[in-house]
């Protein structure tokens, strides 16, 4: 088809579009030509002119029209710029247009702006992996605007992932296409802002309320099968006046539901969002770590230094999904109670900051030290093209970094090389960095000062890749009698021996893992020699925290031990002592029977707890416990253990089976034979259940001993 075939259609849509409303549409820009005429650019982003649609690297872009239309992945999302168009008069009750790309607001983009003020605003629907470059029709009401001059804005200024914003065919209209934005001025006069968010309307679909220019509320729709209620807490804001802006997909029937249904009360519907009174929430975890907002994954740079457990973590600032990796920062005195901190490492030109690790350069190798203080050293990939990895460093004990001036520190090796683990090898006075290659491939490399790195030698792990540990621990205690563990993202682990150049593999992968949410654990570095411990923390992937301000949580903190079993040594895993730093109130049972029907626990309801176990199955078929209506059972024939649709295999030791079991508002983490096997896995409770219970099935069994202990919340109230 010809352009002027194309230009032909679309002009017979203007005229069935006049005929319908009574006024033709009027086309601003539908970037047709070979440049984007009187708009003006600045900034690498937008290209020479309009895309010829997808982009090299890019996945393939439709529901535009014609052949050409704004598209900013020009060299990728590292690209940043701006596109205006001249001037243009408000004519038509609104403003429509094609739009896609990524969903960071007020920097992947396009505004409106009226006397030089952003009145409209509208950014693609994807902030996390996946997506699609799909554009969908949106529509702004600008009628209170009418005979009003205005410019057109689009805006690219991210750098992470989805860093980049497509928009085509934009038109003054009579007839609204597409998501609706409206917006309305609200004086806040009651506590709760309550409204209900669509079945099945996905991330376009978004309502924020704006006070003196800013957004503090955001809530995205998702692509659930029944309509909910939200709930925002405003105590804080009572007085004041804002205005809500909600943009929406009309029903069949033109009903716009979060529109209708949207106002003010005094008491909460449905999930209540708390932000003024954070770590609150109703499906905030207790004492599990989560940043106070938005997207994070992968532990990074574990250190301890005087008294201090850092706990970085892979985090979007901007956005409730993964995207624009910047290394955010927390530190706990107990790896319970944690006090985050400004965000420490973040994106340049070099790339977003992927996952890597931390180390304290207590003999200064790398020159860094600029003071009394030891030097903090982080090492962590820069996810541009091609990954490298890269170091940065503190001189004031993790509140402030400075990146190494001649970064990258180790180029690009192989595929996309990434998330460096670093450790002090004191017998060849060396660092050595476990580092992942590509597909199941890792490698090591040694280097006197941080700064300057050789291969040592090849690690392939079967099955596994992403985010290695390495270290060495003692067996059953046994400090002349070691191995090494090297470690992959999924838990999965080898065991070997290591002499300074070269890992030596003498069994593995075994499992480590068997719940259904559990990744890129990492273990601290520094932890002192008079504790002896190997301590760990994991990104819980994948749960689901519906209206809540953040989005995934942290593992509890375990101690990792090197045990002799009848199939060899294999790693323990099981929960540090410091969860006894929120234990309440205890209740405690031995030497009983366990018969069916029974449940001991029937009297305790709530949604925090540790629980300690020994149990002899006997004569049952099946013992466990209810927490809040799901399960942890144990098997007695099959001498498995499962929970939330995942099962693990545990021998009885003695005729005996050992569980310790963490329950917190969104997570249940099983341990079976003091850390033979871990399950953590996330859940969504129903909030009405907080009801706990002990069973016997098919005969009795015996509480050899068991503790239930309520625990407190470890954030401050």
Not at 434 to 450: H, Q, T
Request: glycine share 10%; charged share 20%.
């Amino acid at each position: 088809m010809t352009r002027r075939m194309i230009a032909g259609l679309w002009a017979s849509v203007l005229v069935l579009t006049a005929a319908a409303s009574g006024a033709p549409d009027i086309l601003i820009a539908d970037f047709e030509g070979k440049d984007y005429g009187d708009w003006k650019m600045e900034g690498e982003a937008f290209g020479p002119g309009p895309a010829r649609g997808t982009l090299p690297n890019q996945m393939p872009v439709s529901g535009f029209e014609g052949k050409g239309l704004v598209n900013s992945f020009c060299n990728g999302d590292r690209t940043t710029g701006t596109l205006a168009s001249p001037p243009l008069k408000i004519e038509r009750k609104f403003i429509n247009f094609l739009i896609g790309g990524g969903m960071h607001p007020g920097e992947t983009c396009i505004n409106l702006l009226v006397d030089g003020k952003v009145v409209r605003t509208a950014t693609g629907p994807n902030d996390r992996p996946g997506g699609t470059e799909r554009l969908d029709w949106y529509s702004w009401d600008v009628s209170e605007f009418a005979g009003r001059s205005a410019i057109l804005q689009i805006v690219d200024k991210a750098t992470g992932g989805w860093g980049h914003i497509n928009i085509d065919h934009i038109v003054q209209s009579d007839v609204r296409r597409g998501a609706v934005e409206t917006l309305k001025d609200v004086a806040i006069e009651r506590d709760y802002i309550v409204f209900q968010l669509p079945a099945r309307q996905g991330p376009r679909t978004q309502v924020s309320l704006i006070v003196d220019g800013k957004t503090v509320r955001h809530t995205v729709a998702s692509n659930a099968d029944a309509a909910c209620w939200m709930t925002w807490d405003v105590s804080k804001l009572k007085g004041r006046s804002g205005r809500l802006r909600i943009a929406e997909m009309p029903a069949p029937d033109g009903t716009l539901t979060i529109q209708s249904s949207c106002t003010q009360s005094n008491e909460a519907k449905g999930v209540l969002m708390i932000t003024d009174k954070l770590y609150q929430e109703t499906y905030r975890p207790q004492f599990h770590f989560t940043p106070a907002k938005n997207w994070t994954n992968d532990p990074n740079g574990l250190i301890f230094y005087k008294g201090e457990y850092h706990l970085f973590f892979q985090h979007n600032p901007t956005g409730i999904n993964w995207g624009n990796m910047t290394w955010g920062h927390a530190v706990s005195p107990d790896m319970v109670h944690w006090t985050q901190l400004d965000h420490a490492i973040h994106p340049d030109t070099l790339g977003t900051i992927f996952s890597g690790s931390g180390v304290v350069d207590w003999a200064n190798t790398a020159g860094f030290q600029a003071g009394d203080e030891k030097v903090l050293v982080a090492i962590y990939t820069s996810a541009g093209k091609p990954f490298t990895q890269s170091i940065a460093y503190s001189n004031d004990r993790g509140r402030t970094w400075t990146k190494y001036e001649k970064n990258p520190v180790l180029g690009h090796v192989a595929g996309d090389n990434r998330d460096p683990k670093v450790l002090w090898h004191e017998p060849t006075k060396k660092w050595v960095m476990a580092l992942y290659l590509d597909k199941n491939d890792y490698a090591l490399f040694g280097s006197p000062n941080l700064k300057d790195w050789t291969r040592l030698c090849d690690v392939p792990m079967p099955g596994s890749g992403e985010c290695p540990d390495f270290f060495e621990l003692p067996v059953d205690g046994d400090a002349g009698n070691t191995r090494w563990v090297f470690w992959g993202a999924n838990g999965a682990y080898l065991l070997g021996t290591f002499d300074g150049k070269t890992f030596t593999k003498e069994s593995g992968p075994h499992p480590s893992n068997w719940g259904g949410n559990c990744y890129a654990a990492q273990t601290w570095s520094d932890v002192p020699k008079s504790d002896g411990r190997r301590l760990q923390i994991a990104w819980m992937n994948g749960g689901k925290y519906p209206g809540m301000p953040f989005n995934q949580q942290m593992s509890f903190p375990c101690e990792l031990t090197l045990r002799t079993t009848p199939d060899g040594i294999r790693l323990y895993r099981r929960p540090v002592r410091e969860i006894e730093t929120i234990h309440a109130r205890k209740h405690a049972w031995s030497n009983q029977a366990l018969k069916p029907g029974e449940n001991p626990l029937a009297t305790l309801a709530g949604e925090l707890f540790e629980i300690r176990a020994e149990i002899e199955p006997g004569r049952a078929a099946e013992v466990g416990f209810t927490l809040r209506g799901e399960k942890v059972h144990y098997d007695v024939g099959k001498k498995t253990v499962a929970c939330l649709s995942k099962t693990a295999p545990l021998p009885p030791e003695k005729g005996r089976i050992r569980l310790q079991v963490l329950l917190d508002r969104t997570s249940i983490e099983v341990f079976g034979n003091d850390g033979l096997i871990s399950m953590p896995t996330c859940f969504l409770p129903d909030l009405a259940n907080r009801s706990l219970g002990l069973y016997a099935v098919g005969g009795e069994a015996k509480i050899v001993s068991l503790e239930v202990y309520e625990l407190k919340s470890a954030w401050p109230m």
